[in-house]
């Protein structure tokens, strides 16, 4: 793959080298079986390394066109998707999703109890298509076991529902509204499948499927023609295996491509984390942010649009998850403090990652793009994300 001599972009031909020692030492060390890292800066492709294997027992080596699950980076997609629609005006973000999405408006907050027996009150205030961009809505994932809210989704929604890839979409969307809400809307930040809501509200205001709207209105535009909700069965042999720890050491399959649910098709396809797609794809979707809308002379959002979605969103004293160096804004998350990130980057650094710890950010400041693909689950068992990006930004020397 074509890259452009570091130093013709700022940075340090030398020092951007420690990223390939960075990398190479996962797989060395037998913790992740293959990696592809890409840096763009300026609208150039600085850094394209690929580490490793993309099937171990197969045999075959990561490659540039590699497809890798990006679970939760579909999130920013469905969010662009959205936004695209909100510039035709066809609504507001301060719009209730119930005026779209009738189910929602029966919705009810959690107020104590037990995931088997809970007491609901109503809403102070229905819930608006701002609050899923931001996850404020109050609704939630199923992600803890220890939390009432979540338990309901993993038994109701997960369990019951077949919520995935098995009942159309509406369906789902119809069971995660009469779910109650784990906190009033607007009240807290809570990752939750909010994203997934917002998939529907596409279809739903577009007229057209979610699916077909991403490929005429993002994809096929952008040039990103290996990004799917279904793995095409001639690119079968692309598609990456997703790799877990091994109780005795080293990798274990958790999902091959030749019995994965990615490789069969969906009747729900997730707007939250439902996507495959490759570096290169990605990137483009990328630098189309970084460019504020617009890639090649093809434009899908405007730069006022672009700005308002890498703003951070949470009112003061809100954060996400336990870090308060980090908000969020209209599809991802956005760092306001890099000193309390204790981290390298810049104010107003934007982007996300996925479960099996794929990961994009996009700094305006630096026109730089970091994108890196693997598939390894659970995120955040090594920190390769971390590492990747302080050897990104160590090698800035403008």
């Given amino acids: 793959m074509h890259t ?29 079986a293959g990696i592809l890292a890409m840096v763009g800066r300026r609208g150039r492709l600085v850094y394209a390394g690929c580490f490793g294997q993309m099937d171990v027992e197969g045999g075959k080596a990561v490659q540039f066109d590699t497809l890798w699950r990006i679970y939760s980076m579909s999130k920013p997609i469905t969010s662009v998707a959205v936004m695209m629609l909100y510039e035709e005006s066809l609504f507001q973000l301060t ?21 088997n027996k809970f007491e609901t009150v109503a809403p102070v205030r229905e819930i608006t298509i701002h609050d899923l961009l931001t996850h404020t ?58 994203t997934d809501v917002l998939g529907y509200l596409v279809q739903v205001v577009s007229g057209m499927p979610f699916e077909q709207f991403l490929q005429e209105h993002i994809f096929d535009p952008l ?31 958790i999902d091959h491509p030749s019995t994965s649910e990615f490789a069969r098709p969906t009747r729900c396809p997730s707007g939250g984390g439902g996507l495959i797609s490759t570096a290169p794809d990605y990137m483009r979707f990328a630098q189309m942010l970084l460019n504020g809308g617009e890639l090649d002379g093809v434009r899908l959002l405007g730069r006022k649009t672009v700005e308002l979605m890498r703003m951070n969103h949470l009112p003061a004293g809100m954060h996400i998850w336990d870090d308060p160096s980090t908000g ?53 068992t090594y920190p390769v994300v971390p590492d990747f990006r302080v050897a990104v930004y160590q090698a800035l020397i403008d």
């Fill in 328 to 380: 969020f804004g209209l599809g991802f998350g956005v760092l306001i403090d890099p000193a309390r990130s204790k981290m390298l980057g810049s104010s107003g650094v934007y982007g996300w990652g996925g479960a099996a710890n794929t990961n994009f950010w996009i700094d305006p400041q630096e026109e730089l793009i970091g994108l890196l693909m693997l598939q390894f689950m659970p995120s955040g």
């Fill in 95 to 115: 719009d209730p999703i119930a005026r779209f999405i009738p189910a929602f408006k029966e919705v009810r907050v959690f107020a104590g109890g037990d995931e």
């Fill in 137 to 194: 809505a109050g609704l939630a994932y199923g992600l803890s076991p220890d939390d009432a809210v979540e338990k309901l989704y993993i038994r109701r929604l997960w369990q019951s529902a077949g919520f995935g890839r098995n009942l159309p979409m509406d369906k789902v969307v119809e069971s995660i509204a009469a779910l109650p809400l784990a906190h009033q809307p607007g009240t807290a930040w809570r990752y939750s499948v909010a």
């Fill in 223 to 253: 040039g990103m023609n290996d990004t799917h909700f279904c793995v095409p069965q001639n690119k079968l042999d692309r598609f990456a295996v997703n790799y877990g720890p091994s109780p005795t050491g080293g990798l274990k399959v």
């Fill in 4 to 32: 452009v001599e570091p130093e013709s972009v700022g940075f340090s031909s030398a020092r951007l080298a420690r990223v390939d020692a960075a990398m190479q030492r996962y797989v060395d060390r037998g913790q992740i």
